[in-house]
């Protein structure tokens, strides 16, 4: 197992390839997966697939200021086996009663439920998350792709939550640019939210950092988080990103992080 491209006393950041980190993580280290992997979609045909991200899913020009990324061109069979694969480790290192979220779109939801039952989770349902009337329409014949969705299921048994609970099944949640770090990013105050079905004080597993936004908000919410992710501008994002909120941790739109002052850096955990 590498060591971590940064580490604190609430996350660890691993730059890699995410297959292949998974495998060098233990049993059992984490309570829960929330990550929001490439989505392999934005098209009809393999042409459109094989395009470059920016061109796939940045329609307003504001994209092309934020780095592109490498994942996303598998056809809808391989990236089935491929999501199959990383979901099956996820599931050997979440503890048993754990949270699977996986985000997704209308295109790949099929293949993500199919996945993620092929790799032993137990499918719960699906969140929607509605971005808003901002949400673009090719045209105006079209619904709006106005909301993307969270597969989520768990390790065997839904235990009764004793923290919070229960908890919604569509968020609204707008996209606001100054939030916006990655051409995919999601909200941090969306990620806050779903990481309300763990307690504070646990730990969130995210193979696809991307800009680090579920390390944020695990961070700012008194949680504890181990990330991959592959590109080093995107791992050098995250880790100021994890500055900031270390200095003034309202910025990362979610609750003040409890203290985590005693507590032993979990990069230990991940390294044999």
Known sequence: MKHPFYTDPAVTLYQGEALATLQGLPDGAVEALVTDPPYSSGGFTRGDRNQDPGDKYVQDGTGITRPSFTGDNRDGRSWCYWCALWLSECARIVKPGGYALMFTDWRMLPLATDALQAAGWLWRGIIAWD????????????????????????????????????????????????????????????????????????????????????????????????????????????????????????????????????????????TP
């Not at 051409?183 to 991307?210: R, S, Y």
């Not at 985590?260 to 991940?270: L, N």
Request: charged share 15%; hydrophobic share 35%.
């Open 131 to 270: 971005k808003g009337l901002g949400a673009r329409a090719p045209h105006k014949g079209y619904f709006r792709h106005q909301c993307e969705y969270i597969v989520w299921g768990t390790r065997g048994m839904c235990a009764a939550a004793t923290h919070a609970g229960p908890f919604a099944g569509c968020y609204r949640v707008p996209v606001l640019q100054s939030d916006k770090h990655h051409m995919t990013g999601k909200p941090t105050a969306l990620m806050g939210a779903l990481l309300e079905c763990i307690p504070p004080g646990a730990t969130v597993l995210d193979p696809f950092a991307g800009s680090g936004t579920t390390l944020v908000a695990s961070a700012a919410s008194g949680r504890r988080a181990i990330g991959v992710e592959m590109e080093s501008e995107y791992c050098r994002i995250t880790v100021d990103r994890l500055r900031q909120i270390g200095a003034q941790p309202e910025l990362a739109g979610v609750a003040t992080p409890q203290d985590s002052s005693k507590q032993a850096p979990i990069g230990a955990t991940a």
